[in-house]
């Protein structure tokens, strides 16, 4: 098998591909163009969506070019794949506007040089469309009958799917038509979830551009996909107690994306370094060998390091060891200011833990306190009627918080 498919096999991202012999023939030959693709539903990434992109630098990395499509046309649609309900629709200015955030975000991860690493826009070539045009020329390769076979249909049947929905694979197999055409595009890469898209594309561009065995040849496409990244516990990747993980700080902090990945289960961790660190595979098994805390702390740091930088993961690390071991920086853990007449008068036990944003509501906090998993400065707090004053506070002026063993803020007052 080729070099860099078999580096892809060996770190997990691997599952399907139409035809791996004669993929791994052209990729020896020469380098080769491929995509991957994702829709602006919202203004930021969440780490689930980035495996695909992970895979996009490694395969970068072997000499070939990755093409990054975001979905401003197929954006205003949405992907009914591994959905339960329809999309929300989004007005096509907030779609446009999450495109340059989403965007930004890959050229921070891909680096785009227009050279090996391209962005492309779907809008560009989806928006103008002639719907009678483009219902003959492409809608007239595709059988209902098939389709319906597709897993992702065949669950929304159940639940009722749209024919906006319907519609979503002819456009996503366009894209790969188009990009074939524009770029030499012949692999599309992307989540089990996306199988019957991309080998929808797979056979447009057969359809439309084969013909004689020479031109089968020489527009020959293929298609890949990876296994749905699932936790130890069966949940899907990217979720945490609170929601998706993302990649916007202003969604989630650094601190707590950090964190997301300190707390991996024991058994998840080991795949994940394969998954979302560039670490060689021989130093992933040394450090998974080790202690497993110390793996998952340099987990939760390489992965911090690659989507926010080293900076912000020495932050995040050092905040993370003061907040659990002692260690380590204060300064650099989630901080919450509040005023220092507030602290003077006495603030009730529960309004702390709202105002420090460690629970949603005052009667979680009750609750929190009422379970015994409410502490300050190290200090359990079982009673939700005490106030905290300027007695509790530590050597430095300030309250550390803790929610149950992951959750943390510090305070300070002013």
């Known amino acids: 098998m080729n070099q860099a498919l078999e580096a892809l096999k060996e770190r997990g991202f691997f599952s399907q591909c139409t035809d791996a012999d004669e993929l791994s023939a052209r990729m020896d030959a020469g380098p080769v163009t491929f995509y991957v693709g994702c829709d602006p539903t919202g203004p930021s990434l969440h780490i689930g969506h980035m495996v695909p992109f992970f ?5 970068r990395s072997f000499g070939h070019h990755g093409l990054a499509l975001i979905g401003g046309g197929t954006g205003r649609i949405g992907d009914p794949s591994g959905k339960t309900e329809m999309r929300k629709m989004l007005d096509y200015d907030q779609i446009d506007a999450n495109v340059e ?7 921070r991860f891909i680096g785009f040089d227009d050279k090996t690493a391209f962005a492309v826009n779907n809008k560009d070539w989806l928006v103008d469309l002639n719907y009678i045009d483009f219902l003959r020329d492409i809608g007239s390769c595709f059988s209902v009958n098939k389709m319906l076979t597709f897993e992702a249909y065949k669950q929304r049947l159940e639940r009722g799917l749209s024919f906006i929905e319907f519609n979503y694979q002819l456009l996503q197999a366009y894209d790969f038509y188009m990009l074939h055409q524009k ?9 089990d979830d996306q199988w019957g898209n991309i080998t929808a594309g797979v056979d447009l561009i057969r359809r439309k551009l084969g013909g004689t065995t020479e031109l089968n040849k020489q527009h020959e496409s293929f298609g890949l996909t990876f296994p749905l990244i699932m936790r130890a516990d069966g949940k899907k990747m990217g979720k945490s107690e609170k929601g998706a993980v993302f990649l916007d700080p202003n969604l989630t902090s650094v601190f707590d994306f950090f964190q997301y990945w300190r707390n991996v289960a024991d058994a998840d961790v080991e795949k994940f370094f394969k998954l979302f660190t560039f670490l060689p595979l021989s130093e992933i098994s040394s450090i998974c060998a080790g202690n497993i805390n110390e793996a998952k702390e340099r987990l939760a740091y390489e992965v911090t390091k690659v ?21 380590g920086d204060k300064s650099s853990m989630p901080t919450v200011t509040l005023a220092r007449a507030s602290l003077d008068a006495g603030i009730p036990v529960c309004d702390v833990f709202f105002d420090a944003k460690l629970c949603a509501t005052k009667s979680d906090a009750r609750r929190l306190v009422q379970q015994g998993g409410a502490s300050i400065n190290g200090k359990t707090i079982n009673d939700v009627k005490a106030v905290i004053g300027s007695s509790d506070l530590d050597s430095d002026g300030e309250l550390v918080v803790k929610a149950g063993k992951k959750k943390i803020a510090r305070v300070i007052f002013n």
């Open 183 to 191: 770029y030499g595009c012949i692999l599309q890469i992307g989540g």
């Open 307 to 327: 989507i926010h930088g080293q900076e912000e993961a020495d932050k995040a690390l050092s905040g993370a060891r003061a907040a659990f071991s002692g260690a």
């Open 55 to 59: 895979a996009l630098r490694h395969l």
């Open 101 to 107: 955030k989403i965007k930004a975000q890959l050229d």
